[in-house]
């Protein structure tokens, strides 16, 4: 309007001037605005760009920015009337609004970091405020962040406080970007929204999901299912007939509106938009998907349609929590549907939550592949649907094209495919080092381009893959649902629909690979059998290798990329993976990823390495034939349940794939019955995850209901699978990780064996490599330990849970057969806390290895549940006191039990060490390559490492008289005896404790010292209470100091 000249009223000219962000506004132009823009969006409700009817997704949208305009902190989109936006002083793309409001009672601390105030509903641990710092910085400076924070360290908490005041300052100056919040399962928006609720902060947001989660048509998804068709395309049909049923004048729910969606017709009713906006669209309400359902559900025909309501409350909110493939999706992120009319990237803030699945992720939305039979049916199919339809046309760009001409266009791309295939079928095969492959492009040296490849299909033909042929699928697909809803459909065109869903996907995974040759290997397999048995003939596909060409669509767009999660590690490889973007090298944040640690105290998890199994004692290595292995499974099986038998309430148990899984416990089901029955007496239910998706609610429902109960349950789960991740096992949903083996991606499946080939050329090519390129093998194998680190996040959920994790394979050892030391690939907080099992490496009794692991766990489950209830004790009234305060409350009254496990290990080794029969391996056992091996975890500074006791003859029959003797019935602790302990008062005592001085004849000068206290004591008592009444007896006699000091102590095993 003011570039036309039109006159217009002084209230639409203030508008204008308002969203063209001029500073020429008057006093009063706010009011002025807001009037005027409500008079803009009266007039536009009426008509459309050419004085036609407005849809009702355009008529919801126009009712709910009215509305926001009338509640006086409308955020409006500074594009969304393109002729107003001339002059913009901020970014276009940038909403414009006020600060969103606080909650005075959630507004508990206070942090400022740099020019932002951020509101805590809590103290802030440290964890968070690295976060909170590192994400301010990014937002600030437009950078890209890695931030990695262990789960249960408040990460999304931390997140959310940063980028919402951020957002708030700039609100307040006038104008500021949206933030897209991206998780990866709709489980986990419930997850992120629930944060939120907690926060004092209160934006307007939307959550947006698929039509699966959010559809409430009962008829749609019924005839989905029974013409098995997708939900999206039954969804088109429906909304199609509502939509015509509409321009016929024919009202919703009527007879003749049969198979309309209903909730769609009433979609851009004034209720339905005054509902929705008063419980969902106003600012300072927090909400998720059910509460969107219940708001859109209303009687009379008031109701709306979900889906599209939050797609287009998405569109003014100031955050907004999606899915992954909102994000990375090019085919969904670039979607122009109407009701995403004000979707974008650009300009955005973008936080991929659980980004450990970045790199994946991204190359699966890059990579393509297609066999010859199923390139032969799509050819088919376009080239049948004008015959059955001869008079039909499709409006492409203002012009009617016959639908034969549309047809002949698109079938193009399939049927080349289809000829260069068959002619690859009858060449010679190549001599490529790809197993099941003929034929491999964009290898390096070895092979030729990829680019050659493409030009060899004939794929690089000018306007072949453009954006003109997309644009006819989409137009072929809405005349196709439209001759559905007028009843002039064959069951055959059903079918086409699907054809084109597909014919876009390769035409858009096609065109990234003809832009970038060099990031992408194709491959022509051999002949192989489809799922009916039948031969599906060879195949050919585009991989994607370098992720960053996904991640570059996006973040280049984006203001600021923050990339969470609480497994990132071994972070190194997902920055070197990224490293083909440019817009990641550039704007990477110079500090580097952040690597939190986690603000659970030491004694709360154990961490441990097994490398021999029970009973044989043979090493505990998996390979791939091993699941084929009985004696191999026996063991593994008795492995399981003597853990299952120490770990309480839930365990979880991850394999490295269902073929693994499958085979082990159909053979303790089976020929190994005992195990099975073994496991069942051990845990009250035993739930094994399923490889599909319909059955994970009952399996979960089933294990959380059992863990709960007394005898706890066990869960076999899958790494990458379901279970690893989006579901949060919470105290005792999960006290135990077992990780066996360790889980390598499939050495002989192409696309890894091409990875690997890809990743080597990289490096050969030097100056045309990327920079930090990760070489084939370590790409390899950070993909296992990711996995691990990912499935050991299960367990220790936050600040008050516990738990015990387990490697059960000798890779993960520092020493002994088959050890590779893998556990330096372990996230790093994790590290100081691993503790290798047998303790002695040349040990080959099996069975006292296991019976002390199994005293171990009992003891960490004895003495966690303590330590959290004191550590609960010290959290009372943290609202009260600051930050610093609480923390050194904490470490104050938790150094003293650190230091006591210090010495405890210490003597616990060290009497190990006094066996005649172990004596001679002290120089190896004393000479470890990392420096933890005997201390716990908790403090290693001022803990020097032990030299051997000195050879004296008196020891060695003392040792050797103690183990003649029988053992006690109950084993509580690990290790052998404590030796001879004298009680001296230190001098000045602190008030209260026991300086623990005198060790014994022979003890090294450099011995631990430690402080004691009442409740120590009592832990060390109480763990002889249990070896016995003698031992008991004597336990205490000592520990108070009230037995004779010459007299030495009967061993007892304790801490």
């Known amino acids: ?42 007039r536009a409700e009426s008509t459309g760009g050419g004085g036609g009817l407005r849809s009702v997704v355009e008529r919801l949208r126009d009712r709910l920015d009215r509305l926001m305009l009338d509640e006086g902190q409308g955020s409006r989109a500074a594009s969304e009337l393109p002729e107003l936006a001339a002059g913009v002083s901020s970014p276009v793309d940038w909403l414009r609004g006020s600060p969103c409001s606080l909650d005075p009672a959630r507004c508990i601390h206070e942090k400022r970091i740099g020019r932002d105030e951020l509101w805590f509903p809590f103290v802030p641990l440290a964890p968070q405020l690295q976060v909170a710092e590192r994400a301010v910085k990014a937002c600030e400076q437009g950078g ?33 970007p949206q933030v897209i919040y991206g998780v990866r399962t709709h489980a986990q928006l419930r997850q992120a929204v629930g944060e939120l609720r907690k926060m004092p902060y209160r934006p307007r947001m939307a959550v947006i999901g698929s039509r699966e989660h959010t559809c409430t048509n009962s008829e749609v998804i019924a005839r989905a299912r029974q013409g098995r068709t997708p939900l999206n395309h039954a969804c088109r049909q429906a909304t199609r007939l509502a939509a015509q049923q509409e321009r016929l004048g024919i009202s919703a729910g009527s007879q003749s509106c049969q198979g309309a969606c209903e909730a769609y017709a009433t979609l851009g009713g004034p209720k339905h938009a005054q509902r929705v906006f008063n419980k969902c669209g106003r600012r300072g309400e927090i909400w998720d998907v059910e509460d969107l359902i219940g708001a859109c559900k209303a009687p009379a025909g008031d109701g709306g349609c979900p889906y599209y309501t939050s797609h287009i409350l998405a569109g003014n909110a100031e955050i907004v929590f999606c899915p992954h493939n909102y994000i990375m999706d090019p085919a969904v992120s670039q979607c122009g549907s109407h009701h995403r009319g004000r979707w974008s990237l650009r300009g955005r803030v973008i936080i991929i939550d659980e980004a450990h699945n970045l790199e994946q992720g991204c190359r699966d939305a890059g990579s393509v592949e297609v066999s010859l039979v199923e390139l032969r049916q799509l050819s088919s199919a376009l080239t049948a649907l004008p015959t059955r339809h001869r008079n039909l046309r499709v409006r492409v760009r203002g012009q009617d094209v016959p639908c034969a001409d549309v047809c002949a266009e698109l079938v193009r791309v399939p049927q080349r495919l289809a000829a260069f295939l068959e ?4 060449a010679p095969q190549a001599s490529v080092p790809l197993a099941g492959l003929r034929q491999s492009w964009g290898l390096g040296q070895s092979t030729a381009g990829t680019a050659e490849c493409l030009r060899a299909a004939g794929l690089t033909e000018h306007g072949l893959l453009g954006r003109a042929a ?17 009843g002039r459909a064959v069951p055959e065109d059903a079918v086409v629909l699907g054809v084109l869903d597909r014919i876009r996907e390769l035409l858009a995974k096609l065109q990234l690979t003809v832009r970038h040759p060099s990031s992408y290997v194709m491959g022509i397999s051999s002949s192989s059998t489809g799922s009916s048995g039948s031969s599906s003939g060879p195949s050919i596909a585009a991989w994607l290798m370098a992720p960053g060409v996904i991640f570059e669509s996006f973040a280049a767009k984006a203001h600021a990329v923050l990339l969470a999660s609480g497994t990132l590690a071994p972070i190194a490889g997902l920055s070197a993976e990224l490293s083909t973007s440019a817009a990641f090298v550039a704007r990477s944040q110079p500090e580097g990823p952040l690597e939190a640690v986690h603000v659970v105290e030491p004694v709360q998890v154990l961490v441990s390495t097994v490398a021999r199994f029970p009973g044989s004692g043979r090493v505990a290595v998996s390979s791939f034939g091993s699941w084929q292995d009985g004696d191999f499974l026996d063991d593994l099986g008795s492995a399981i349940a003597s853990l299952a038998e120490a770990i309480p309430a839930g365990v979880l148990c991850f394999f490295p794939s269902y073929a693994a899984m499958d085979s082990a416990v159909s053979a303790w089901q089976g020929g190994s019955r005992r195990i099975w029955e ?46 690893s991740e989006g579901l949060s096992f919470e105290d005792d949903l999960c006290r135990g990780v077992v990780c066996i083996g360790v889980p390598f991606p499939q050495a002989r499946d192409p696309m890894v064996i091409a990875k690997r080939l890809w990743n080597d050329s990289q490096r050969v090519q030097g100056a045309g490599g990327a920079v930090g390129t990760l070489s084939g093998e370590q790409w390899y194998e950070l993909q296992a330990y990711r996995a691990v680190n990912q499935a050991l996040g299960r367990c220790v959920r936050h600040l008050y849970d516990y738990g015990a994790l387990i490697l059960l394979d000798a890779r993960w050892s520092s020493k002994g057969d088959r050890s590779r030391g893998l556990r330096r690939y372990l996230a790093r907080w994790l590290q100081p806390l691993v503790e290798e099992w047998p303790r002695i490496v040349a040990s080959n009794n099996a069975e006292q290895t296991w019976r002390d692991l199994g005293d171990r766990l009992r003891i960490h489950f004895d003495v966690a549940p303590r330590e959290v209830r004191r550590l609960k004790g010290l959290g009372d009234g943290a609202s009260q006191a600051s930050a610093s305060q609480i923390s050194s409350q904490i470490s104050t009254q938790t150094s003293d039990v650190a230091a006591f496990w210090a010495a405890a290990s210490w003597w616990n080794s060290a009497a190990s060490r006094s066996n005649a029969a172990e004596q001679a391996m002290e120089p190896d056992f004393l000479n470890r390559n990392t420096v933890d091996e005997n201390v716990p975890p908790g403090n290693h500074q001022g803990a020097k490492r032990p030299r051997p006791l000195p050879d004296s003859s008196a020891a060695a029959a003392a040792a050797a008289a103690a183990a003649a003797r029988p053992r006690p019935p109950v084993q509580v602790a690990t290790a052998a005896a404590i030796r001879t302990t004298t009680m001296a008062r230190a001098a000045p005592p602190p008030p209260g404790r026991w300086w623990l001085s005198e060790m014994g004849p022979g003890v090294p000068p450099e011995a631990p010292r430690l402080v004691m206290g009442p409740s120590d004591l009592r832990a060390v008592s109480h763990g002889a209470a249990h070896a016995g009444r003698e031992h008991a007896e004597q336990g ?11 007299t030495p102590m009967l061993p007892f095993r304790s801490p």
């Open 1 to 42: 309007l003011v570039r036309a000249g039109q006159p217009q009223p002084k209230e639409e000219l203030a508008a204008a001037q308002r969203l063209a962000g001029s500073v020429a506004v008057p006093d009063d132009g706010a009011d002025l605005a807001r009037r005027g823009e409500r008079r803009i969006l009266e």
């Open 144 to 176: 890209i962040a890695l931030l990695q924070s262990p789960t249960g360290t408040g990460k999304t908490v931390a997140l959310l406080a940063a980028v919402l005041a951020w957002q708030r300052r700039h609100f307040a100056a006038g104008a500021a």
């Open 423 to 426: 002619q690859q079928a009858n």
């Open 470 to 486: 997309e644009e006819l699928a989409v137009e072929l697909t809405d005349v196709l649902l439209r001759l559905q809803v007028e």
């Open 678 to 723: 073994r496991l069942q007496r051990a845990k009250g239910d035993i739930q094994v995850e399923p490889r599909s998706s319909e059955r994970l609610a009952e399996i979960c429902s089933a294990y959380t209901g059992a863990a709960r109960k007394p005898r706890g349950a066990l869960c076999f789960a899958v790494y990458r699978g379901k279970v």
């Open 1036 to 1046: 205490r006699e000592r520990l108070s100091g009230s037995s004779s000091l010459d």
